[in-house]
């Protein structure tokens, strides 16, 4: 996940009390009966130090044990939930059925495997993103993605929930206050997209003082990562940086490419966007750490 | 778990299909929000083949990896929840949420075990068992046996929710077609207690056909296993096979005790049971085979 591996880098700058991660829930699924939600477990997973590098989710290390024991009892056990990892879903599960918020919940997670800057979920009421696929149907997020490897022509992105859902007020809060705000290199359509989809969410970041920069999470034409080539090709989107920077139009004032991608430069500018060219290959904790201090450099201009 | 053992040679000797067990969920406990019913899963453990020997429960080989991660979030972790074990425990909540019975999901986890004979809870409703301590109040079962080590003088035993709790329609039947009712070398207090203390269970098993032959669990003085000494002597029963047997009289038509209190006959007798006396130790699985032959050939008689 690269918003997660950028969050490492910009994290060891950073005092973690003036880093709030405002994470995407859309792909917050229920396996077994227990509340898992993905992208907020790899950020606090990655924070914390212990994420399984490779690929890049769940816990370094991690057995399936109980996975492979909960295959007695269920015929399908194609999310991957770890000895380890399966701890978090059942304290947010029983949390959440004592009348926790999945805010809450979130909290006391990352206080729990030490991350001291404040971890958000985008919204506490169920937000979920449901890919159409051609021939498949409308399938939910994880189905698409982890069941179906990402695979078929996806013709169109819903959030469902999305409408009566409301951001988190600290989220707002956050965004109101806030010097500056990162959008990650995340899929914009499904990472990115349920955040901006909340009510009052673009108005919020529209009226804000901080200016924006965006990260590209496309290098030389290929996405570094996931089916987001798939999505961006179904929905009628160009597969480039510059396709990503188009979706941040009128929204973020920076975007940020690799260098590889310098000769698209002046097409993010056309945009009204602020091209940074920098390398943008997160391939060590290094690589994180110095890509998410030249975006902070560059916000601070 | 004596009824667990006695059960293993039971099921050896019968058609999966002529056996019923009616067990115990007085000592259900909720841990991590997961309904965990230990006397149930003891059974299905032992009957499948894979329970964890010594102690007697869980599962054998089972390692503690969520449990260990469970205690980043809980202060208790004291019951002791394999890895493995938590499978059964998340898929019984999970049912349970969404609508089964405790009879159906117990069913559905005795064959994903391969458990063949019929395994019943003793009903569907919550009951608690409440063991009331000396100086400490009254407790949870887990939490005095468990948690508490047994410790402790026992003044009142409790069944919560008994009263409004309604045997399982599958056992009640099951009792009143039964040729044989064999009560197992359990504590009478806190494994058979709850069951006879629901509504209509006396009633139906005073009516029955069968015959019924209880199991001590006390050999020489001695309960095999737990906290029994400590429960019979704080209620005031004498701890002796003549104490279990007492508390059986106008229920059980046989009483079997082990040769080493053979001396005891006279006083089972007395009592207006029949003593049967015969190696009750089940040190391994031809010793439980051998006694549960014995106790059905007594029966037959």
């Not at 490779?54 to 492979?68: H, Q, V, Y």
Request: proline content about 6%; some cysteine.
């Amino acid at each position: 996940m690269g918003a997660a591996r950028f969050l490492r880098g910009l994290s060891s700058l950073l005092d973690p009390r003036n880093l709030t991660v405002i994470v995407n829930t859309g792909d917050d699924e229920t396996f077994f009966g227990l509340h898992v939600s993905p992208d907020v477990d790899t950020v606090i997973y990655t924070l914390a130090g212990v994420v399984n590098a490779l690929p890049g989710w769940g816990i370094r290390g991690d057995r399936f044990t109980s996975l492979t024991t909960l295959a007695r009892f269920y015929d399908e056990t194609w999310f991957r939930l770890g000895d380890q990892d399966l701890a978090t879903h059942i304290f947010r599960t029983d949390a959440l059925h004592r009348g926790q918020t999945l805010t809450a919940v979130t909290a006391a997670i990352a206080r729990a495997y030490g991350v001291r800057a404040t971890i958000l979920p985008m919204c506490d009421a169920p937000v979920r993103t449901v890919v159409e696929v051609a021939e498949r149907g409308s399938l939910p997020f994880q189905r698409y993605l982890v069941h179906g490897g990402g695979r078929g022509r996806v013709t169109g992105i819903r959030f469902r929930g999305a409408r009566a859902a409301r951001p988190v007020p600290a989220a707002l809060r956050a965004l109101r206050q806030a010097t500056n705000v990162i959008i990650p290199p995340s899929n914009p359509l499904v990472s990115i997209g349920p955040i901006l989809a909340l009510p009052s969410m673009r108005a919020v970041l529209t009226a804000r003082r901080a200016r924006i920069a965006a990260v590209s999470p496309i290098i030389a034409g290929a996405p570094v990562k996931g089916p987001l080539h798939h999505m961006l090709t179904g929905l009628g989107h160009e597969v480039s940086p510059v396709g990503v920077a188009r979706l941040y139009r009128n929204l973020a004032d920076l975007f940020v490419i690799d260098q590889r991608d310098a000769a698209l430069a002046p097409r993010i500018a056309a945009l009204g966007l602020r091209p940074v060219v920098t390398d943008t290959l997160m391939t060590n904790a290094a690589a994180s750490r110095r890509l998410a201090a030249t975006v902070l450099s560059e916000l601070r201009q």
